[in-house]
């Protein structure tokens, strides 16, 4: 039995055939970075067409970047033009016909790939912290997916982590602005303008600074790297620390584009958490870097699947 899973990033489609195991059977990325709304949910309905064209599926999981209306269908999407309240539940199963879809955000599908086949099997209480180009966090609480009033839970980018508030934090919140895959070259192009100390990424352009390239300066020791590094470090130890007082969870699982090259700091974002955090609950809870990385929404976009077809049984 094969099902189709599809995680959509801001500049990505990854679709994938899994097996009812969780294993891969065939994986294909398309680009779809610049493209608008009604252009991206094209990409996605031919990728559909095309697959349902080589293989018998059962089902089919989407995962999608920003608000999964589960009541309506719609999806919220900041980074895709005209995806405020795209119907896309519509546009998907006018392709699918019969078979069953499911959509969810990517918080929700990076944690459910780890339960499933990563390192939060067995677990009820653990968070999936996603930092890539945006910031969010897949929580589960007593073996529930928290969703919220609105299916909005889990946007800790807008965490309000450090004061006077600032107009650029109204765009993609307080934590995400600093300590994000697009928040590192920000912090980086704040700190060279107000400082001269010398640096490698002064001979790349402000605008072509890009996350991966702080971080290699850092591997360089360039001194403006670390320092850069360093604040995101006290940036994500300052919000794991509250994701550990606020819900006492058993791990706290590190993935998304940036960890990745951020994973070696994981014990130092463990012991700046410690000086944060409630301390009972601090000793007991395991920081781990995620098990399936860059693929795990597309793992838990399969689980989604799965389980719409379970469920429609």
């Known amino acids: 039995m094969a099902v189709l899973a599809m995680d959509l990033g801001g500049t990505k489609l990854s679709s994938a055939i899994f097996s009812s195991l969780g294993e891969i059977v065939t994986k294909e990325v398309v680009p779809v970075n610049g493209m608008k709304g009604n252009e991206v949910a094209k990409v996605i309905t031919t990728a559909i067409q095309r697959q349902l064209a080589n293989h018998a599926i059962k089902s089919i999981g989407i995962s999608v970047p920003g608000i999964s209306r589960h009541k309506t269908g719609t999806v919220w999407a900041p980074n895709i033009e005209g995806w405020e309240d795209y119907p896309l539940a519509n ?14 955000d990517d918080r929700a599908c990076s944690i459910f790939g780890e339960q499933w086949q990563g390192h939060a099997k067995g677990c009820k209480d653990v968070v999936f912290l996603a930092i890539g180009t945006g910031i969010g966090a897949g929580i589960l609480s007593g073996g529930n997916l928290i969703r919220g009033s609105q299916d909005i839970a889990g946007a800790i980018g807008w965490w309000a982590l450090q004061k006077p508030f600032i107009a650029p934090y109204s765009n993609c ?4 602005y600093y300590a994000s895959g697009g928040g590192i070259p920000k912090l980086t192009n704040d700190f060279l303008q107000r400082d001269a100390t010398p640096s490698l ?12 390239q702080v971080f290699d300066s850092y591997d360089k020791g360039d001194r403006v790297a670390v320092m850069i590094i360093q604040e995101c470090i006290t940036f994500w130890g300052m919000s794991a620390a509250n994701l550990v007082s606020i819900l006492n969870p058993e791990k706290i699982i590190f993935g998304g584009g940036v960890f990745g090259p951020a994973s ?14 409630q301390p009972v609950s601090m000793r007991q809870v395991s920081f781990e870097r995620s098990a399936l990385g860059p693929d795990a929404a597309l793992f838990g ?3 989604v699947a799965l389980s719409k077809l379970n469920n429609n049984a």
């Not at 919140?173 to 995400?176: P, S, V």
């Open 91 to 104: 546009e998907i199963q006018g392709v699918a016909g019969r078979i069953p879809v499911g959509i969810d």
């Open 173 to 176: 919140g307080c934590f995400e």
């Open 201 to 212: 990424l002064r001979n790349i352009h402000s605008a072509d600074i890009t996350a991966h």
């Open 264 to 277: 070696r700091f994981i014990d130092a974002i463990k012991a700046e958490a410690t000086k944060w955090a």
């Open 301 to 303: 976009a399969a689980n």
